[in-house]
């Protein structure tokens, strides 16, 4: 089928991308979110995230009359959800509350023929979830899991596959894995993204697609939980983890990731423990990879503790509240403004709590304040500070390390 306006649900880091590459192949696009002030921002042509380039294809889409953005969703062909999928409580629960709010507000608009696909990263079984709210919502329509092949509306899964700061790149070349409730929805969903992308649009079922992205970030958790419990044996046996982990990669078939204060973002920190949600009696590699990672803030607060104790024996003039310490990095990554599910937040924060004097953050991709803590530039930070703790890699701080043994250097890279 043709498809002549595509809307997206949820204007973030994915939605807004996806929306801004469709409208760039003269699709109608109607973006959704409820955010005023975001919807606001895209109707002027501007932008409220960073992404490289980005900013440009939203002004020309919005000129050029192809991308509009609204608090309501209205008609169109086919629907993109992409909306957060966090997790609630001490448990790791998985909360689709909002997809089920998308569900139910695009169903008023739904008609015969129209497609509907999860993006959002989600546990197995999110993509029935969501024709079952809308078949409760619409009785006057039928779908995949009553009519099979026959259903008025069409529901797959295709989840986002992108590295922050490479989205719109990543977008257009990276392969899709494509999971239909039925096989017409998957192919009515392929030829959906056929029409920006260059990479394979690879069909499956709904479930195999959702486990895929569950994955691939659980992979890559675990590959970090190696490498920070091999930072913590290092830290303990007097030994360069960096050093390390480059002799051990010289091996043609070991690929050692590297150690951080922990792992965030939308992803990674959040997707394994989908699995574990739905199988918690067999995921235990996967469960024990996320424990590791969940707990490296902690060894590197307990760091700073230490640290702290050993600058205040040293300088025996010095009180506590005189030391004054500087965060380098609050993003979840290099390199973006991104702070979901930060270590490096966490930890910035849990040490403005406990360090009785001044603590500042340096992060260059924020402008302002980031949750309480002062956020300074580069150099007066350095100047500043008595004790510095790096958490991000982000590129201005290369070549920049402070002239200070009271270091502490999550990343490796001043060390």
């Not at 169109?76 to 409580?89: M, S």
């Amino acid at each position: 089928m043709a498809f002549k306006t595509i809307s997206v649900i949820g204007l973030g880091y994915i939605g807004l991308p996806t929306a801004a590459v469709f409208a760039s192949r003269k699709v109608n696009v109607i973006g959704v979110d409820v955010n005023q002030k975001a919807v606001d921002t895209i109707n002027k042509g501007e932008i409220h995230i960073v992404e490289p380039d980005l900013d440009m294809v939203v002004h020309a889409a919005v000129t050029e009359g192809y991308l509009k953005a609204t608090i309501t969703p209205e008609p169109a062909d086919a629907f993109l959800i992409a909306v957060p999928t966090p997790f609630k409580g001490d448990n790791h629960e998985p909360d689709l509350s909002y997809i089920e709010s998308a569900s139910k507000a695009i169903a008023p608009v739904l008609k015969k023929g129209d497609l509907v696909i999860l993006e959002s990263t989600s546990p197995v079984g999110a993509t029935e979830q969501v024709a079952e709210w809308l078949a409760a919502a619409r009785p006057d329509l039928t779908f995949p899991q009553t009519a099979g092949e026959e259903s008025d509306i069409r529901v797959a899964h295709c989840p986002e596959r992108v590295l922050p700061g490479k989205v719109l790149e990543e977008l257009v070349s990276n392969d899709r894995v494509i999971g239909g409730m039925t096989s017409k929805c998957t192919e009515q969903a392929s030829a959906l993204y056929k029409i920006f992308v260059k990479g394979e649009c690879v069909a499956t079922n709904a479930r195999t697609a959702e486990m895929a992205k569950l994955t691939e970030n659980s992979f890559r958790d675990v590959n970090i939980a190696f490498a920070n419990e091999l930072s913590i044996i290092c830290d303990k046996l007097d030994i360069n983890v960096w050093e390390l982990i480059s002799l051990a990669n010289r091996h043609p078939r070991v690929n050692i990731l590297q150690p951080g204060p922990g792992v965030g973002g939308h992803c990674i920190a959040v997707d394994p423990w989908f699995i574990v949600s739905k199988t918690p009696g067999e995921a235990r590699l996967i469960r024990a990879a996320r424990e590791v990672n969940d707990g490296k803030p902690e060894w590197v607060i307990e760091k700073y503790k230490e640290l702290l104790s050993t600058l205040l024996l040293a300088n025996p003039s010095l009180a506590a509240k005189d030391v004054i310490v500087s965060c380098y990095g609050l993003a979840f990554k290099a390199d973006i403004d991104d702070v979901r599910e930060s270590a490096a937040l966490k930890i910035a924060k849990a040490v403005k709590v406990i360090h009785p004097g001044e603590v500042y953050a340096v992060e260059p991709n924020i402008q302002g304040d980031v949750s309480g803590l002062r956020n300074l530039d580069l150099q007066s930070a350095i100047e500043k500070a008595h004790l510095h703790i790096l958490l991000v890699e982000h590129a201005q701080f290369k070549g920049e390390c402070p002239d200070s043994k009271y270091l502490i250097d999550t990343k490796g890279l001043w060390c």
